[in-house]
C-alpha cells in the first residue's frame, strides 16, 4: 500500500525544538520532492518548505526561515522537518506530501500525502 506517515509532533515550550518525520511505504521516496504543509485552525493549509527529488524544488516559509530545516535520510526512506526555536504561531497540523513533478509548494495537489501530525508550542 502506498502511504506516507508523519510522526514525531507534539507540546512544546516556546524556544524548544521539535523534529517532524515523514516515512514512505510501498514506495521509494528518493526520486520525489516532498513538501511540508501546515494547517493552523481557522487558517488555511499553507506551505513550509520543498526538499529536492528529480526535479527541483527549493522552498522554505519566510516566517521559519533561520528556524527550520529539511533534510532526507533515502535508505530511511525518509525526510524530516528540523524545527527549532519554536513559537506559538507554529501550532498546526504538520502535513508532508510526494509528488514525482509538483506545479508549487503553493499547490495542494501533491500526488501522495501524509495523515499530519499535530505540534503545539504553548507554555
Known amino acids: 500500500q502506498v502511504q506516507l506517515v508523519e510522526s514525531g509532533g507534539g507540546l512544546v515550550q516556546p524556544g524548544g525544538s521539535l523534529r517532524l518525520s515523514c516515512t514512505a511505504s510501498?514506495?521509494?521516496?528518493?526520486?520525489?520532492?516532498i513538501g511540508w504543509f501546515r494547517q493552523a485552525p481557522g487558517k488555511e493549509r499553507e506551505g513550509v518548505s520543498c526538499?529536492?527529488?528529480?526535479?527541483?524544488?527549493?522552498y522554505m516559509l519566510d516566517s521559519v526561515k533561520g528556524r527550520f530545516t529539511v533534510s532526507r535520510d533515502n535508505a530511511e526512506n525518509t525526510v524530516y522537518l528540523q524545527m527549532n526555536s519554536l513559537k506559538p504561531e507554529d501550532t498546526a497540523v504538520y502535513y508532508c506530501a510526494a509528488d514525482l513533478a509538483p506545479l508549487s509548494i503553493t499547490s495542494l495537489e501533491w500526488d501522495y500525502w501524509g495523515q499530519g501530525t499535530q505540534v503545539t508550542v504553548s507554555s
Open positions: 510501498g514506495f521509494s521516496l528518493d526520486d520525489y520532492a
Open positions: 526538499i529536492s527529488g528529480n526535479v527541483r524544488c527549493t
